[in-house]
Structure formats: C-alpha cells, structure tokens
C-alpha cells in the first residue's frame, strides 16, 4: 500500500465566523493538493477545527450556550466554508471528536509512560484572555502588562510539564539538517534564530479543571485537562490513527486500541508531507509538535509550510471596526473562482498581504473576464462560426509554448510556487489573445483561399483552451470544467499529462461558449 500525500491546515478555532485568512490557508493547501493529484499523486487533504480550550469556553459562555452545542454550530459554518470554496479536503476533523480525543489520551499515556511528563508547582502572571503564563519579559517598561493581555493575576498552581528543554540542541541540529522542514527559508531562520538565542523551557501542558473544563481530561489524572495546543497539534497524526494507519499508530503500542477495525481499505498516511499554516504559529508547529513527536518516537512530518497574513486596506482585520473580509459573501458575489484566483495570484506563500476590493475587481475584469474569458469565449465562437464548431486538423503553432509552460507549472507546483505557476499560465493566456490579434482569424474567413491557414488558427486556439482548462484545474476547478464542458469534452481536465498538445480529436464538436467571467462595469 502507498503512502498518500498527506496535505494539512491549521485547525481553526470555533470562537468566530470564518473571515478571508482562514479561507486563503485552506485555498493554498487545496490548489497544492490538486496541484499534487494533478501530478499523479495519490494525495489527502485534511482541515478541521480546533474546539477545545478557554477561548471556546469563553466564547460559549458569552453567548450563553452549551460549549458543545456552540462548538457544533460554528464547525458547521467552517464545514460549509469547505463546499463553498470547493475545496477537496478528503476529511474534516474536529478535536471534539471521539476519535480524536482518544489518540490524546493514548499519546498522553504513552508520554507519561516514558518520563516526559512530570507535575510541579508553578507561580506565575497569567493572562486569562490567552489562557498563558506571562514572563518578565511581558512587561512594559512601567512594569504593567499590555492591556491586550486582558485580565492578567499572579496564580500558584500545580501542573504538569512536558520536558521540552531536553530537546533543544536536537532541533537545533534537525532544523540546520533538513533545510527544507520549516519553509520558507526566512521563517526557518526565525526559528533558529530563536532556539539559539534563548533557553527552551518545559512545557506546561495541563490546565486545572477547576479552571477551565473544557478540555480533554489528563487519563493519569483526572484533576487536570490537556492544554489546547497539545490536543489541537495532535489532530494531524490522530486523523490517520483514526482512520486505520496502522503504521502511524504502531508507536503507541498498547496505549492505543482501535475503537472498531477499519471499515474501509485502510490508509497511508503518517507523516504528514506539508503542514500549511500561519505566520503567528510557527513555534508551535517548529518547535513544540518536532519535539512532541521526536519524544513519542513518532516520526516528523516533512514540511510545515508557512504563509503570510493578510490585511484589508492596509489595516488589521478587525470584528470590532467591521472591517473584515467575509469569504461567504465574496463567493455569493462573484464566485468562487475569482476568489481562489484573485488570493493565489495577489499573494506568494510567505509574505504579508493587502486585500483591496479596487484590487480584486481590477484582477476579475482585466485576467479572468479579458484575459482568460475573452479567449475561451472568442476562440469557441469562431469556431462555431466558421466551422460550424467541427474541430480541423490538427496543427500547433503554439504547441511549443504550451508544452514549455506545463513543463514550468510541474515544476512550480513541486516546489509550492503557486503564484509563479499562475503567472506562466496567464503568460499563455496573454500569448493566445496575442495570436488571435496576430493570425486575425476574421479577415482570413473572408478569403477562401486562406481556408488552409484558418483551419490552422482555429485548431491552435481551440486546443490552447483544453490545455489551459487542464493547467488551471488545481486553481479554479470549476472553470477548468466549464471550459471542457463548452468545448464538449466528456473526460476531466484533472491530470497535468492530459496537457500534451493534440488532445481535441479533428472532427469533434465543440459546444456553445457561455461567458466564464461575465465583464462587471
Ligand atoms: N487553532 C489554532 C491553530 C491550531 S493548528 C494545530 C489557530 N486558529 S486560528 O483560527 O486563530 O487561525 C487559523 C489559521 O488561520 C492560522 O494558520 C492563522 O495563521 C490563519 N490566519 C488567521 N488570520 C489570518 C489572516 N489575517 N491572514 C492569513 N491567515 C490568517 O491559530
């Protein structure tokens, strides 16, 4: 059995709408996991939400609801954030779940089992809002702590601690040996940065109960519940645990029992391939989850890949202010195309980004409706009206350009350069509205000596299409698949090879272009 690509998110927290961050994160990992499919890769592709812990609880309590209930409510809208963005996720995991908690325990036990928990007392700054201990070096000058730290008390508590400190110096050595596992290169150095500079200290990982009970419960003892980190970063391994892996559980050995034996061909996934996540919890995922799994004798997932955040017109998203992007109304709005379109295109994976409804307007009208839209719908219609949509024979002038562009996106979608493999495409783009221009395909069909030459135009330009749907399938799915259905191709435009030039059969025929893009003014 293979070992599938296995693709993650961040698991969102329940305590809010889903807004234009948790979308792009989810959008990046589905176009790379299509990307990968498109490779001809078995691939799966997991998100979810992370529901534990005092933010919830709180979030619960202030609007007067059962935390489960609440939980429930919220995954739904992030469950239908899924659909609506079309996304491919193979599973939706949510850390309320039986079949996650239970890998918990087993991984707490199997922990505890090996002496790297221990349970001591601990005084302590503690910011009731972020549900953290503060440090010294939390304090302004004037001693106080920032008010965005909320309610901060001095507290003594008892606690247990995960012994993180031994393993410094190894992540250290991992991190400068695998070059690729925290990318991009400016975040691994952060990190380094960081474990260099400062010692790692033990990490708390309970919570009293008397607290904070919504949590799961510490198995060797009951007093205590798991902090949210700990249950939340552990999804990515309890998913395929949960769902049969056998090898993925192998090193929880006795502390993990199979609910029922698997009902469905059971699965490879374990480790996770790419971890795709935000900029503000790199040191969870780089440093705390390395060392969980190193002192479970787990193995490392290969890459945690890390993105930038968004802002909207230059300011922090903000409930309070309103200004927000609500992926749900821009999808009602304009589609979700031009939504993944205009996220991916704007924004490389790893810097900072703006969005601008100038901006995304400016993209929809110039690259989707005049770029790609116009060139689909003016090749389909020639076609048809000078053909009478037969497809000629065969001919490429631009079959070079085309071959050389997926050669380029293959190679893009490898190494996650999700926007550079857009651009090549719009290159293509741009290169077939040029030659619509250039062969003025019009002015031949009035001169029937240029019958030859036209049937060549027409055949390039009608078969760029098809081999652009293929491209852009990992990108926008939903053109991808109009654009073989107005081209009346039954098979799927979801495998790169499918680009190899000479695909649409002489003698087909093509169906009626619909505008891909309506033009807005
Ligand atoms: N629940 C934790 C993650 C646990 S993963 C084991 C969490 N949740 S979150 O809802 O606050 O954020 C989820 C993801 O969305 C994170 O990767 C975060 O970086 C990302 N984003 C949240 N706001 C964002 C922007 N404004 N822009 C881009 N991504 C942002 O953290």
Known sequence: MNKRFYITTAIDYVNGEPHLGHAYEKVIADVIARARRSLGEEVFYLTGTDEHGQKVQQAAAAEGKDPQAY????????????????????????????????????????????????????RGWYSWKEETFLTERDRRPDGTFDP???????????????????????????????PDFVQPDYRRNEVLGFLRSEALEDLC????????????????????????????????????????????ARPLGEFYRAEAPPTEAPLRLWPADIHVIGKDIVKFHAVYWPIML????????????????????????SKTTGNVVDPFAVVADWGADAFRYYVVRELDIGPDGNWTDAGFKARYQAELANGLGNLVNRSLA???????????ARSGELAAEAGQTAAQLADHWRQNRLQAGLIAIWNLVARANQY???TAPFKLAKDPAQAARLDEVLYTLAET?????????????????????????????????????????????????????????
């Open 71 to 122: 939980c429930d409510e919220l995954a739904a809208r992030f469950q239908a954030l899924t659909r609506v963005l079309n996304l491919s996720n193979d599973e939706f995991i949510r850390t309320t779940q039986p079949r996650h908690k239970r890998v918990v325990t087993a991984l707490l036990n199997l922990l505890h089992a090996r002496g790297e928990l221990y349970k001591a007392p601990y």
């Open 148 to 178: 965005a730290w909320g309610e901060v008390r001095e507290i003594v508590e008892e606690n247990w601690y995960f012994r993180m400190s031994r393993y410094q110096h190894w992540l250290v050595e991992y991190l400068e040996k695998n």
């Open 205 to 248: 990982i309970s919570r009293p109960r008397a607290r904070l009970s919504w949590g799961i419960p510490l198995p060797f003892d009951p007093d205590y519940v798991n902090y949210v980190w700990f249950d939340a970063l552990t999804n990515y391994y309890s998913l395929p645990v949960a769902l049969g892996d056998a090898e993925a």
């Open 294 to 317: 190193r002192a479970a004798g787990i193995p490392l997932p290969r890459q945690v890949l890390v993105h930038g955040w968004w802002q909207k017109d230059g300011a922090k998203m």
């Open 382 to 392: 020639m076609l048809r009206r000078y053909r009478a949509g037969r497809v000629p």
């Open 436 to 438: 619509v221009d250039q």
């Open 465 to 521: 299409c098809r081999v652009l749907a293929v491209m852009l399938w990992p990108y926008l799915p939903q053109t991808a698949e109009r654009i073989f259905q107005q081209l009346g191709l039954t098979g799927s435009p979801a495998r790169l090879s499918e680009a190899a030039w000479g695909g649409l059969p002489p003698g087909h025929t093509v169906g009626e272009p619909q505008p891909l893009f309506p033009r807005r003014d």
